[in-house]
């Protein structure tokens, strides 16, 4: 099965910053990836799929990139409402895969 | 607007049978191309699929898991129902089901969950 890694765990930033979130997958998975943001007591909410593509209502300031085995979700201008836990996910022969979550404290 | 909630029991014993529902609105859950899937959290811990089931019947599950769960649908009620067998602790989580997209490529077909349900927490324990 393909694993998915993201880095980091946690990560600290200030109102203003850009940051970066890393996955990787075990595998080539081309652009096969969506990320997820999950606030505490929530269910998690579409951010992007297809790697890069942005889902109706998302905040532009959100973003995504990457193929292969290497993808980045960055967010710019962070904002407080930007707390909140991102997972990475993977579909590939009837299988989902979500990477293990990146807290992000602001 | 679409909107899907899950209901089932808050507490379970140890080796009984988990039951859960999942009513959606606004949508078919056997309307052509419809894919629906269950996705569970432990506390405090990462997300982890479980099970998907198409507007065919066309069952797919989490190959871990595969012996004890069963995904079926109540086309008359619009609801997809999952069932996990002979429960353990480890199995407490809080369950979320969700409305399944896929696209097809060239390379094959992408897939991810919108929207969600805001999930049940279900523990486990005697």
């Known amino acids: 099965d393909i694993q998915m890694t993201q880095s980091p765990s946690t990560l600290s930033a200030s109102i203003g910053d850009r940051v970066t979130i890393t996955c990787r997958a075990s595998?080539?998975?081309?652009?096969?990836l969506a990320w997820y943001q999950q606030k505490p007591g929530r269910a998690p909410n579409l951010l992007i799929y297809?790697?890069?593509s942005l889902q109706s209502g998302v905040p532009a300031r959100f973003s995504g990139s990457g193929s292969g085995t290497e993808f980045t979700l960055t967010i710019d201008s962070l904002q407080p409402d930007d707390s909140a836990t991102y997972y990475c996910?993977?579909?590939?022969?009837?299988?989902?895969?979500f990477g293990q979550g990146t807290k992000l404290e602001i | 607007q679409v909107t899907l909630k899950e209901s089932g029991p808050a507490l379970v014993n140890p080796g009984q049978t988990l039951t859960l529902t999942c009513t959606v609105s606004?949508?078919?859950?056997?309307?052509?191309?419809?894919?629906m899937g269950w996705i569970r959290q432990p506390p405090g811990k990462a997300l982890e699929w479980l099970a998907r089931?198409?507007?065919?019947?066309?069952?797919f599950y989490n190959t871990s898991l595969r012996t004890r769960l069963a995904v079926s649908k109540d086309a008359s009620r619009n609801q997809v129902v999952l069932t996990v067998t002979n429960v353990d602790p480890v199995d407490t989580a809080t369950y979320y089901c969700?409305?399944?997209?896929?696209?097809?490529?060239?390379?094959?077909?992408?897939?991810?969950?919108?929207?969600w349900g805001q999930g049940i927490l279900v523990t486990v324990s005697s």
């Open positions: 969700a409305q399944i997209q896929a696209e097809r490529t060239n390379s094959g077909w992408l897939s991810w969950f919108a929207p």
């Open positions: 606004e949508f078919s859950v056997s309307a052509l191309g419809t894919r």
């Open positions: 089931i198409d507007w065919n019947d066309d069952v």
């Open positions: 595998q080539t998975i081309s652009t096969w």
């Open positions: 297809k790697a890069s």
């Open positions: 996910q993977h579909y590939t022969a009837y299988l989902y895969t």
